[in-house]
């Protein structure tokens, strides 16, 4: 016997669909590279990761609390944003850094926004600037990976025993530009770029763990792929046509793609649908601005790394841009 | 003119609910409840009310006009049932609420109607357009497949807007709904005979008529029956690629011409006329006969619903009959919905009557319910912009339902919000389980309610 009819407005059925899932399938996509920061940094880069999303989370929860809201970490957005944060430190950069890292990049990235979809720039990389202004000098310290091929260059002079520190493939590209040579040198380590036996932040030194993570993510449909195509063109572009200028003074393309933050931001933080355009035009739009404005920094800027200012610079002009790249209806604008 | 494309006759956008078809699909079209009481609805159409013909106290026959109204745009009602009428009263309508329905008691023993007319002899030559016209509007006659317009005031020739192409909508994309399927198969010298008709009436020089390719046996069916009949070279069979919402006049004409309505427009604007099966099969039956339109085939569905299967059902029959002839609902609680689940509407008041444009009635479970989204916590839109892929209008959704959630009316229009044909698949793909289409009719009633303030 029927005694309890619901009502409500069509349709009445929903795909399984939702946003925890997404976020779950984000945080799938990014394991292949905690695990290489594992790899490579061994044991002290879980417990940066580990404390990074944990202060992610509290600081969500508490956000909550003192907002009155209800309680939002079943969506597990503050997980990701933890991991991305983590995966953009340097191996060695101190706990309690991090921990004040991942709380301004929620409290102030996100929840004084109203939470998650309301935030304007990316959380993550919120986080990173504040920590790249508050200590720079820690943000620059760069440890060798665990496992590394020991007839790479190494910034401190080379005794032989234990270099504990080690330039990046991007700091090496910077001092090749300002020198106009040894270029070379970072061409050189396009395999070690690709597997991740190189120096740079947790996430960033294995391509071949970011390029598995985004594929996974680009089959669970959970990203589509204009973001990451015209990012990944752009920057080829540009780093193309610096590379037919000067060979000796920079680096290959295809080292430009493989190194630094780039695929990271490519399938992990630029695709950030939040703060993404939301059609596809708007989507090259932006890729190809951040891919550009992260060559440019790069290339002309004073540091050797710019995903981090490109998606933030794109994130603050992606309401613009979703406003020029509006749809038309598909019969056309109405006649009225 | 290019016909279809690469990759098949579809559209751009739409989803893939889950079809639940097999519920349904092989049960025979079976005579419905012999009802006691129906209550007929005096608006069953898009178009003015009717005025009713008949009195309390009054005797009707079967297949009686009841109701009529002297507007262009309107369509009479008639009895399904010899009885009395015992009163004009309120009753639940799933569009207009309680609206004016004319009850009537039936008599002991009257027949139910017979749903196996021959069309053996059949000769379309016999009528004249004019007829045609005449018998569509006089049986009350409206488009079955949902929207219910006057079907005398679509096919009737227009000299500013002649109408070329006719298609012939039987995609059927909605999950759960057979009746069409049905149709097409048990009734398909009728649907042939009532294109024809149609055909003849409008003036259209060539047919098509678009399946869904999910139905084999349906296009073999009606290719079957073009073969052995005479006169048919300009009626072609177009297996469109199943997803919803295909069954839109709109999409359905994306899909099959490759064209473009114009937004806000409608299909005479670009010289088409659309029927569903269904339809064409009532014009042939009150053309050749001069039955009008008291009884449909309604799909009782759902896993909610102990005997599912496809009905000939006494328009006016209230729901809660049907489904009681249908062995009830098993659960305690469900969603009744009167059409699919991804349009159809859910009732609260079981003694709605069926009208003409009700194709089914769907009862969902407590289970599948708990899969839509309001069980489920919605969060705040991620800006995935799935609603944007999916919409067949290239509409962006989220936007015009934010817009409208926060009041900003001006802005829903900005994005559109008029264009939206309601299919309800942003809200199906949405993981955030916001309620756009809601959000959507609710902002274009807002609007309508603005329109009319307004001093002309």
């Not at chain 1, 520190?165 to 001092?175: F, G, I, M, R, V």
């Amino acid at each position: 016997m029927l005694t309890d009819i619901k009502v409500s407005c069509s349709p009445h059925i929903s795909e399984p669909l939702s946003t925890r899932r997404i976020m779950r399938d984000v945080v799938i996509g990014l394991a292949p590279a905690v695990a290489a920061a594992g790899y490579y940094f061994r044991i002290y880069a879980l417990i940066l990761i580990a404390s990074c999303v944990i202060s992610a989370v509290a600081t969500e929860w508490l956000c909550n609390l003192i907002r009155r809201k209800p309680n939002s970490l079943g969506d597990f957005s503050a997980v990701v944003t933890g991991i991305i944060l983590a995966l953009s430190l340097p191996p060695a950069f101190p706990i309690w850094a991090a921990v004040i890292g991942s709380c301004f990049a929620i409290a102030i990235g996100k929840m004084v926004f109203g939470g998650l979809g309301a935030n304007i720039l990316n959380p993550a990389m919120v986080g990173r600037a504040f920590l790249t202004a508050s200590f720079g000098m820690l943000m620059t310290t760069w440890t060798v990976p665990a496992v590394i091929d020991s007839a790479m260059p190494k910034i401190a002079a080379d005794t032989g025993i234990d270099a504990r520190t080690q330039a990046t493939p991007l700091a090496w590209s910077k001092q090749a530009i300002k020198t106009k040579a040894g270029a070379e040198i970072v061409n050189k380590q396009l395999k070690d770029l690709f597997i991740g036996s190189v120096g740079g932040c947790l996430g960033e030194t294995s391509a071949l763990a970011l390029l598995i993570g985004g594929l996974y993510l680009v089959i669970r449909r959970t990203i589509n792929l204009h973001i990451p195509l015209a990012v990944l063109l752009s920057a080829f572009v540009f780093a193309t046509i610096a590379y037919l200028i000067n060979p000796q003074a920079y680096i290959r393309p295809v080292s430009h793609l493989l190194s630094g933050g780039m695929l990271l931001c490519v399938f992990f933080i630029a695709t950030d649908p939040v703060t993404a355009p939301l059609t596809p035009a708007g989507m090259w739009i932006f890729g190809i601005g951040v891919g550009a404005m992260t060559m440019l920094i790069r290339i002309v800027g004073e540091y050797p790394e710019g995903v981090m200012y490109a998606v933030l610079l794109m994130n603050a002009v992606t309401p613009l841009i979703d406003k020029m790249c509006k749809f038309a209806p598909a019969g056309g604008k109405p006649s009225v | 003119m290019k016909i279809g494309a690469i990759g098949g006759y579809s559209f751009p956008g739409g989803t893939h609910p889950p079809q639940n078809k097999e519920l349904t699909c092989e049960h025979k079209i079976h005579p419905g409840p012999a009802v006691k009481e129906v209550a007929v609805m005096l608006s069953q159409h898009i178009g003015a009310q009717c005025r009713p013909l008949v009195r309390a106290g009054n005797m009707v026959q079967a297949g009686q006009k009841i109701g009529d109204s002297d507007a262009f745009v309107s369509a009479p009602v008639h009895s399904p049932i010899t009885g009395k009428v015992k009163e004009i009263a309120l009753r639940s309508h799933a569009v207009l609420g309680r609206s004016p329905a004319i009850v009537i008691e039936a008599y002991p023993y009257s027949p139910t109607k017979r749903s196996d007319f021959s069309f053996d002899d059949f000769d379309e030559d016999k009528y004249s357009a004019e007829q045609i016209c005449d018998a569509v509007r006089q049986a009350g006659i409206v488009g079955m497949g949902g929207a219910g317009f006057p079907t005398r005031v679509k096919i009737e020739p227009d000299p500013r807007l002649p109408k070329e192409t006719m298609i012939i909508n039987g995609c059927e994309c909605e999950p759960y709904i057979t009746c069409d399927y049905r149709i097409m198969l048990e009734w398909t010298d009728r649907i042939i005979a009532g294109i024809k008709l149609a055909k003849k009436a409008a003036g259209c020089s060539r047919v098509f008529i678009g399946i869904e390719d999910n139905k084999p046996r349906a296009i073999e069916a009606i290719n079957t029956a073009l073969k052995s009949t005479s006169n048919v070279d300009d009626i072609k069979v177009v297996p469109v690629k199943t997803k919803y919402p295909q069954g839109d006049e709109r999409q359905l004409i994306k899909a099959i011409l490759k064209k473009n309505v114009p937004t806000g427009g409608i299909p005479p604007m670009i010289g088409l006329l659309v029927l569903n099966v269904a339809t064409t099969a009532a014009i042939a039956e009150a053309v050749v006969f001069g039955s009008p339109l008291t009884y449909r085939v309604v799909t009782v569905s759902g896993q909610a619903v102990a005997r599912p299967g496809n009905y000939y059902v006494a328009i006016g029959t209230s729901v809660s009959e049907l489904i009681e002839f249908c062995g009830g609902v098993t659960q305690k609680s469900a969603k009744v919905v009167l059409g699919g689940p991804m349009m159809g509407i859910a009732i609260a008041d079981l003694t709605t009557p069926i009208t003409k444009t009700t194709g089914a009635v769907t009862v969902l479970t407590r289970h599948q319910i708990g899969r839509a989204k309001f069980a489920r916590r919605q969060t705040a839109c991620i800006r995935c912009g799935r609603c944007l892929d999916v919409c067949p209008e290239r509409l962006n959704p989220t936007k015009i339902a934010h817009a409208v959630k926060n009041n900003a009316l001006d802005v829903a229009e900005s994005y559109y919000i008029s264009a939206c044909i309601e299919c309800g698949c942003c809200s199906y793909v949405c993981p955030a389980k916001i309620e756009l289409t809601g959000y959507i009719k609710t902002g274009k009633i807002f609007l309508a309610g603005q329109k009319k303030k307004v001093p002309q």
